[in-house]
């Protein structure tokens, strides 16, 4: 397909044609190598495999016939194919791996030295096994011409090492090591053994260092080619930590001493670094009388013939300084003092007064290696301060420290800013007198700096403001007069930058302001510039880091009036905000508010705005709502949260009735799961409280009724008395009293289909009222809708009996009388019936009303 060319102004002249077709045919041109990159369909032919055959033949055939693309594809499935079948991996694919890498490429090479290690680190056989089948070929390859195959090798060599049995390693390396280290082999040879003999040093005990690997290691130390020396030099430090303190002092020390003063310039900077590293293990003496003359020999060197040195000299300075300090004169301390003064300025200072036209001009080298050097003095300042000692700081490490944190290179004031904090906690209470430099780097213009320097912010902060000596003040910024400006420049150059991730991190870190400074600097300086990120900002993980931030600002603010305020504008401006994006971030923000907030605090304020983006138009937002309704379910206490809870079932129910997105409906569903499972806490103190209250609204009712009752109680056993005299001879009275009966059934049904309080509809809540007689009757409910039921077989009309008797419907819930009493005799019949007649005018009396159930 060729590519289409389109032409602002199309001219056909003949000169422009002419001009179009060369165009063309460069464009032909450029498409000729693609063209013939396909595979032709021999090519095909020969890269097709049979799909019949198992993983271990197809290894087996691809690596005799196959390309060298499909062996380099073989042997990185190595790994795969020991796993499924390690036996016929090893007798049939390991030896054609091992006929194809004598004629292999790099890259085959490289790939073979990675599979055999991932092979001995995943254990995917015994030890035994991959020395048996694998560390030949190992050994074959180790020499191999290219460097990088070679260093391949041999870091899976070094790796076997660890894991090898000693008599394996003795016999199949070391005793070969002994001719490879000879002055006969090449080059290459001699250098591996180096490397060989300083892993072989922790794998042997002394003894057999001493009379095996020390004899080769002399030799080596002595080679004619400086890069031997060079790699034995830097495999000494491994040599001396497998022989001991004894050893190294009669062996590796005099070795390293002649190295110190080798020809070689590289030779004598790993002298140099090895000596540095192995102080420790020398003692007093050996420092006074040999390693301190030696450091000063190179220190003395290094501005004049030595440069190589000077570099890793100013690295190590700290560390020497250090070590040494317990032998040093005071001459020698301020010495080294200067010394170390002289780095930190080089290359920045004229010497002898010179101007500029004098001034050898510097080549670009030199002015790296200076930089170098001076971002060496920043690291080992800490140590220097230590060197000097704190209450020393101001006069003697003040420039300097003013010096390298107003440096012109970026990678000088990059590592102060990296070690402010270290700095800081060694001046202790005298912390104040670097507040100048605190400032000028949050102000820095490389933002690199301003990113190494937040990551101890917060820890910076906290000393600046409560280690220094003007912190008995109750105006904290005292101590740190620019704070805030500096605070805000940076924020707002980290905003106008690219570098999202750094603007992020500020922004973190200022959540520990509220420690530092006061609230009211917080409101007007901070908090509100928090939420314009939050809206303004296009990172989402800028937003979240400034909600967060915002939410630690709002937890710490003592004022009523400004709390509410930020309240309603996080609500107005992002729960309600014309932007879905700001909807979303309100929910973040929510989230916050219930990690760093009370559960009461949440509930009060953002419960219900939360629960009105359910009705959202925007899919995304009522989803991600509903991935947090857990947590929102989480905040609410029993009892004193019921309605907030009803809230949220009313809401749940609406999104499984109204949702029409199915993605949002899934999770709907499954948040239904969710909080079905979800218990929530319980209000122990106010639901006793409420228990209380009920308890006592209870017993004022029955102490009301039970009142009642005995007020009564005189008033029924007076008409008691007056029905029963009247009863025998008056039929008229009989007729009065069952229309009398009839009217209040009338009236007590009409009243059980009323609606009964809340409070009161709860049958268990009802106690039973028992008669000595044995009556029972089951009360529902209490006070002037309170139903009575009765059931007793005296009330229904009988056969044989008196027709004009009122029958009552049976209930089940209330036996009024037992089934015995239904067999006695008339005159019994009617003392029950006059006893019935007395319990109804009673309960009439008394104000309850019975009814039928």
Request: glycine share 4%; net charge neutral.
């Amino acid at each position: 397909m060729h590519p289409i060319i389109i032409f602002s102004k199309m001219d056909f002249s003949q000169s422009n044609l002419f001009g179009y077709i060369e165009d063309l045919q460069e464009l032909t041109i450029i498409e000729r190598p693609v063209r013939r990159s396909l595979k032709t369909p021999e090519e095909i032919e020969r890269l097709t495999v049979d799909e019949e055959l198992s993983d271990i033949e197809r290894a087996v055939y691809l690596l005799s016939s196959g390309q060298d693309i499909q062996g380099t594809s073989v042997v990185a499935n190595l790994p795969v194919l020991m796993r499924q079948n390690p036996a016929e991996t090893l007798r049939r694919v390991l030896p054609k791996i091992r006929e194809v890498l004598h004629v292999a490429g790099v890259e085959m090479q490289l790939t073979a030295a990675v599979s055999f290690l991932t092979v001995l680190q995943e254990e995917l056989m015994s030890i035994h096994t991959y020395s048996h089948s694998f560390l030949h070929i190992i050994l074959q390859n180790l020499e191999h011409r290219d460097a990088g195959v070679s260093n391949a090798w041999l870091e899976t060599l070094l790796a076997v090492i660890e894991a090898l049995p000693k008599e394996t390693v003795r016999h199949e390396i070391l005793n070969p090591l002994v001719s490879k280290a000879q002055l006969s082999q090449t080059l290459q040879s001699r250098l591996l053994s180096c490397k060989i003999m300083g892993k072989l040093a922790n794998k042997f005990e002394a003894r057999i260092i001493k009379r095996d690997i020390l004899p080769l290691v002399k030799s080596l130390c002595q080679d004619a080619e400086y890069e031997v020396r060079t790699c034995m030099c830097r495999q000494l430090e491994h040599i001396a930590q497998g022989i001991g303190a004894e050893l190294t002092k009669t062996v590796v020390l005099p070795e390293l001493v002649e190295l110190a003063r080798d020809e070689g310039s590289s030779v004598r900077l790993a002298a140099f670094e090895t000596l540095v590293n192995l102080l420790d293990m020398f003692d007093a003496d050996d420092r006074s009388q040999t390693v301190l003359p030696l450091v000063k020999s190179f220190c003395e060197k290094a501005f004049k013939a030595d440069e190589a040195i000077l570099v890793s000299l100013s690295f190590h300075l700290g560390k020497l300084c250090n070590g040494l300090y317990g032998i040093f004169t005071p001459e020698q301390h301020l010495r080294f003092f200067e010394f170390y003064k002289k780095l930190s300025t080089l290359g920045l200072q004229q010497e002898n007064g010179q101007n500029d036209n004098q001034v050898q001009v510097q080549t670009l080298e030199q002015e790296n290696k200076y930089i170098l050097v001076r971002k060496n003095c920043a690291y080992n300042f800490p140590a220097m301060i230590v060197f000097v000692d704190p209450k020393n700081f101001h006069l003697e490490l003040y420039s300097i420290f003013f010096c390298l944190c107003h440096d012109p290179e970026v990678p000088v004031r990059y590592t102060m800013a990296l070690s402010f904090y270290e700095v800081a906690k060694l001046l202790n209470s005298g912390v104040y007198t670097i507040h100048k430099e605190l400032v000028t780097l949050l102000q820095d213009e490389s933002l690199e700096v301003l990113d190494a320097l937040i990551g101890n912010l917060p820890e910076i902060l906290e000393l600046m403001t409560n280690g220094g000596e003007s912190c008995g003040s109750e105006n904290k910024l005292l101590s740190i007069p620019d704070l805030i400006t500096a605070l805000t420049t940076a924020e707002q150059r980290a905003a106008t930058s690219l570098k999202w991730r750094t603007h992020e991190k500020l922004l973190q870190k200022y959540a520990c302001l509220p420690h530092i400074i006061s609230s009211d600097q917080i409101y007007y300086r901070f908090l509100h510039r928090m939420l314009t990120i939050i809206l303004t900002n296009n990172v989402l993980p800028v937003q979240k880091a400034a909600a967060r931030t915002l939410c630690v600002y709002l937890r710490y603010n003592p004022k009523q009036e400004q709390r509410h305020e930020v309240i309603q504008k996080l609500i107005e401006q992002l729960g309600q905000g014309k932007s879905y994006w700001n909807r979303l971030r309100f929910l973040d923000t929510c989230e916050f508010i219930m990690e760093l907030f009370s559960k009461s605090f949440f509930c009060k304020y953002f419960f219900l705005p939360v629960l009105e983006l359910t009705h959202d138009p925007v899919a995304n937002v009522r989803m991600k709502l509903c991935y947090l309704l857990p947590k929102v379910k989480s905040t609410l206490r029993i009892p004193t949260d019921k309605h907030l809870l009803q809230q949220l079932e009313l809401c749940i129910r609406k999104l499984l009735c109204q949702e029409k997105d199915k993605d949002v409906l899934t999770i709907v569903k499954r948040t239904v799961l969710e909080l079905d499972r979800m218990e929530i806490s319980v209000d122990a103190e106010q639901l006793e409280k409420e228990k209380q209250q009920n308890e006592g609204r209870s017993t004022n009712i029955n102490n009301k009724i039970s009142e009642k009752k005995r007020r009564d109680s005189k008033t029924s056993s007076v008409l008691a008395k007056r029905i029963t005299l009247s009863v025998p001879g008056s039929s008229s009275a009989a007729s009065a009293g069952k229309e009398d009966k009839k009217s209040k059934l009338v009236r007590s049904q009409s009243f059980s289909t009323q609606a009964l309080h809340p409070k009161y509809n709860t049958l268990d809540k009802c106690p039973n009222i028992s008669s000595a007689t044995g009556y029972t009757c089951s009360v529902s409910g209490m006070g002037k809708n309170c139903m009575l039921s009765f059931t007793d077989d005296s009330f229904r009309t009988h056969s044989g009996g008196n027709s004009g008797n009122t029958a009552f419907p049976s209930s089940s819930s209330c036996n009024l009388y037992n089934s015995a009493d239904q067999k006695s005799s008339g005159n019994k019949e009617i003392q029950t019936r006059k006893v019935n007649l007395l319990l109804w005018v009673k309960m009439e009396t008394s104000g309850i009303i019975c009814s039928s159930q």
